[in-house]
């Protein structure tokens, strides 16, 4: 039993750091990025600058694939004239407009 557990608990301290390496190249998801536009909404909202989600981004964002789309919904979102959203619409509107430059229809 003991054997079972230890395997199990190696298993899982061996996979999690895999799990986060594969969770920061997000570049080419598009649900990814809208699930990271809905999070810059919220820091617009509870009044972080730009400045500060960028910074932010790129503590968890190193690769430069990455970093490019991640700034693109920063900026975006912080465009003076960017329309004030929610965090679900800035969700489906990023994934929307990211399915439709990879050329696929969004789910209805």
Do not use: N
């Amino acid at each position: 039993m003991k054997r079972v557990v230890v395997s199990a608990l190696l298993a899982v301290c061996l996979a999690q750091p895999a799990a986060q390496a594969v969770a920061q190249t997000v570049s080419d998801q598009c649900f990814a990025l809208g699930d990271i536009a809905g999070q810059v909404v919220s820091w617009r909202a509870h009044r972080k600058t730009r400045a500060q989600a960028l910074e932010q981004a790129a503590r968890y964002y190193k690769d430069p694939a990455d970093r490019e789309a991640v700034d693109a919904i920063i900026e975006k979102i912080f465009s003076p004239d960017a329309p004030r959203m929610t965090p679900d619409q800035a969700s489906m509107a990023i994934t929307s407009d990211c399915l439709k430059k990879k050329g696929q229809a969004p789910a209805q």
